[in-house]
Each structure stands twice: as structure tokens, then as C-alpha cells.
């Protein structure tokens, strides 16, 4: 095997995020990934003590990726019905590119989750609910809405990525349809 020179952790965690989108986070080992870089079946190691720590990092990354889409949906500028749009199919567009990752930064490990990994989780969270908490008088309590809103983006992204929906239901359409509903819903409840 070759010195390694550059950036073995980042080659590693962009090798472990096509491993885990074509075969899933289960064909995963760092044994395989230090071979498919050509680098000592040790070097992972250096990096991350274990399988789940490369997990965590590979979840870590992918919420990343997701607060920037997030951040780019939101930043548009426009009403706050255009911005939640936006950000609603942003959420799903990145879901049903990524399932494979998203699927594993919302698993469930054999242990609590890492500090990084709670972080960035929080940033992608946060980041939804300063949009969220910017609606007015739209929203009544932003963090419940939050939680109602990506259970059904998820399964929105869930149904489009297994090809599960009718033709006729486009994601891009549920998508607006459910933002619709839900902010007629939480008007209606705020008055009620």
C-alpha cells in the first residue's frame, strides 16, 4: 500500500457515503474502504477507532449537507409561504438524492449520539425553526409545526424514493400541497 497523501478522512467519508448510497450502511467496514482508497487496512483507523465512529462522522457530514440546503432554500428571499415552500422541497429533494444517507443520520445507533453528532443535528433543526419562527402570525408553535412538517416530508421522500407514489401525485406537488394544509391547520387551530 501507498503513503497517503491529502485528506484521508475526507476520502474516506466521501467513498463511505457512495458505499452506503448504492449497497447501505450495513456492507460498510473500514477494512473495505482502506482498500477501495489503496491505503493500509490501519490508516482508517487514524481517523476513526471504529465503524461507528465513521458512522457518526459519515450522519455529521450529511447534516451538513442538509442545514446548507436548507440555509440556500431559505436565503431566497420572498414571503414566508415562498420560503417554507422552498425549504419544504429543498428537504425533499435532498431526501429522496440522498435516502440511503438520510436514513442513517436519523438511525437510531448502539449508543447516545456523539457531541458533533447532536450539533449538527441542532443546526439543521435550528435552522428550519428560525424560518418557522419567523412566520407571524402564521405559525402558533413552531417547533410543533417543525416536527408535524418533517414527519410528512419524510414520508413524502420515503414514498417518492421507494417509487411508491400514483403518477399523478408528483413529490413536488404533495410537497406544496402539505404546506398548504399544514398552514391552514395551524391558522384554524390558532383561532380555535
Known amino acids: 500500500m501507498a503513503y ?10 466521501a467513498r463511505a457515503e457512495e458505499v452506503v448510497a448504492t449497497d447501505g450502511a450495513d456492507a460498510l467496514s473500514l477494512r ?34 442538509l442545514d446548507r440546503t436548507l440555509e440556500a ?17 429543498a428537504y425533499v429533494g435532498f431526501a429522496t438524492e440522498h435516502p440511503a444517507l438520510l436514513e442513517l ?27 418557522l419562527a419567523d412566520s407571524g ?9 417543525g416536527v408535524i412538517l418533517l414527519a410528512c416530508l419524510q414520508g413524502i421522500a420515503a414514498l ?9 401525485h408528483h413529490p413536488d406537488r404533495l410537497v406544496a400541497d402539505a404546506v398548504q394544509r399544514l398552514l391552514r391547520g395551524s391558522r384554524d387551530g390558532s383561532r380555535g
Open 4 to 13: 497517503h497523501h491529502g485528506n484521508l478522512r475526507a476520502e474516506l467519508l
Open 32 to 65: 473495505s474502504l482502506a482498500r477501495d482508497i489503496g491505503v493500509s487496512h490501519a490508516a482508517p483507523g487514524r481517523h476513526f477507532p471504529d465503524r461507528l465512529a465513521l458512522l457518526d462522522a459519515l450522519a455529521v457530514e450529511g447534516f451538513g449537507q
Open 160 to 168: 417518492a424514493a421507494g417509487n411508491s407514489l400514483p403518477p399523478q
Open 137 to 145: 402570525a402564521a405559525i402558533d408553535d413552531p417547533e410543533r409545526f
Open 105 to 131: 443520520m436519523y438511525a437510531r445507533k448502539h449508543r447516545d449520539p456523539t457531541v458533533d453528532l447532536r450539533a449538527a443535528s441542532d443546526a439543521a433543526a435550528r435552522t428550519l425553526l428560525s424560518l
Open 73 to 89: 432554500a431559505i436565503s431566497g428571499g420572498g414571503t414566508f409561504e415562498n420560503r417554507l415552500n422552498r425549504t419544504a422541497l
